[in-house]
């Protein structure tokens, strides 16, 4: 008998028919002897629609309020959800964040979480019942508002929740029963991993690979806490994510664990700056002042003529008007020519730890980029990564060509997406 913590997302809560299918599953695993902690998501597309609502009332809505309105909808499927499996005769009581013990800091919209202290689910947890948890919020430790951790957020508020609580494992449900080796809605043949290790996992979820929130693999690791990433849908056994160190001489362990995709990125170009000592750090300074997170960058070499040079980088979309007028207000004491935006890019990685230790993977890589007529913009690496930016239009064509030239296909198609609105 141990503690699992299991979290729902919003496409497995979709509906009351969802709702009545999660709790029933849930009962199982309580009926199985385990203490049950569940986190779940807001149902459906509810917090895109409670966005939506938002701007329609004030284009620019106060962070601290849509929070506060964003929460609301983790708090009606986590009410729903436990009147479902008290209907089943299970004995469950819901708690939002806040008294759940999530302590976060103050940044609304992307709050870090500081602390957990779950002391009234290890009340709920004593008495039998099933507690249930609000994903995705917090609340602040300086000004006591509640705040919310991102998007995809419940993730995290699961593996946190399981790391205080020492719970045996974290099991995340959602509308594809695991990880795959690329996003099964460009590549229906696209192959399920049983088994992800936290450094490879970090770099797909960092590349776009949408399957987990990024912060939630880093505080799996921190704490060693492994993920059972599966389907509320099926039954089957999904993808575990986790240190598989022991099994680290098994050859067979793929080189590759995936090809991941991400369009929320632009990129602008400062073009003309004159090569002296400096320049970039005064670009970059600005750009960092105006609290803008750089992905790659490119400083292409300078004309021997005009001694003039261009520095390429990418940047979240949404942070893409920000940069342009922070980098438009030092124009002049830089002396650069004139900037240029492009959000029409999509950026494409191969991310495997078998790198490491078999050269050629990048050559493969261009070679598939090339014979599938894509053109490479941006290039950059990690040990275990290789990314490059493409044209927007071409990113589906990229991913197919280099899942298909590592040999990542399943032999049949495994990869049922069951729910959700992909939205
Ligand atoms: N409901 C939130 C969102 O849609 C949090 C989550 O689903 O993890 O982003
Ligand atoms: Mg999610």
Redesign the pocket.
């Known amino acids: 008998m141990g503690i699992v913590v299991q979290k729902y997302?919003?496409s497995s809560v979709a509906d009351a028919e969802g709702i009545k299918r999660v709790a029933q599953r849930i009962v199982e695993a309580r009926k199985d002897g385990n203490d049950v902690v569940v986190v779940v998501?807001?149902m459906g597309d509810?917090?895109?629609e409670l966005i939506d609502l938002a701007e329609r009332v004030s284009p620019l809505p106060a962070p601290r309020e849509l929070d506060m309105l964003?929460t609301a909808?983790?708090r009606i499927s986590m009410a729903l959800l436990a009147m479902a499996i008290g209907n089943l005769g299970q004995e469950a009581r819901s708690f939002t964040g806040s008294q759940a013990g999530v302590i976060t800091d103050g940044s609304h919209g992307k709050a870090k979480i500081i602390d957990v202290t779950p002391g009234r689910i290890e009340q709920a947890l004593g008495t039998g019942a099933v507690a249930i948890v609000a994903?995705?919020q917090g609340v602040s430790q300086d000004t006591k508002d509640i705040t919310?951790l991102?998007?995809?957020?419940?993730?995290t508020t699961a593996v946190a929740l399981a790391a205080a609580l020492k719970a045996d494992v974290c099991e995340i449900y959602s509308d594809v029963d695991g990880v795959f080796t690329a996003d099964p809605r460009i590549v229906p043949t696209a192959r399920k991993q049983s088994r992800i290790s936290y450094e490879e996992m970090l770099e797909m979820a960092a590349c776009g690979a949408k399957i987990l929130?990024l912060r939630c693999v880093e505080y799996a690791r921190r704490y060693d806490m492994p993920i059972h990433v599966r389907s509320s849908f099926s039954h089957h056994s999904g993808t575990w994510i986790a240190d598989h160190e022991a099994e680290a001489e098994d050859m067979e362990k793929a080189i590759i664990a995936g090809v991941a995709h991400d369009r929320s990125e632009a990129k602008i170009t400062v073009v003309g700056v004159p090569d002296r000592v400096g320049e970039a750090a005064r670009i970059f300074e600005a750009l960092s002042d105006a609290q803008i997170n750089l992905d790659m960058i490119v400083q292409n070499v300078s004309a021997a003529a005009t001694n003039l040079t261009d520095i390429s980088f990418t940047l979240p979309r949404s942070d893409g008007q920000t940069a342009m007028s922070a980098l438009s207000r030092i124009q002049e004491v830089v002396g650069y020519d004139s900037l240029l935006y492009d959000d029409q890019i999509g950026k494409v990685s191969l991310i495997g730890a078998g790198m490491r230790s078999h050269p050629g993977v990048t050559a493969k890589f261009f070679a598939a980029l090339a014979a599938a007529g894509v053109n490479i913009e941006m290039i950059s690496t990690s040990e275990i990564r290789i990314s490059v930016i493409v044209d927007e239009p071409q990113v589906d064509d990229a991913v197919s060509a280099t899942h298909r030239a590592f040999d990542l296909e399943a032999a049949e198609v495994e990869a049922v997406v069951y729910g959700g609105t992909g939205r």
Not at 150 to 155: L, P
């Open positions: 997302g919003g998501s807001a509810s917090t895109d964003l909808g983790e994903g995705f919310t991102g998007r995809g957020g419940s993730d929130h």
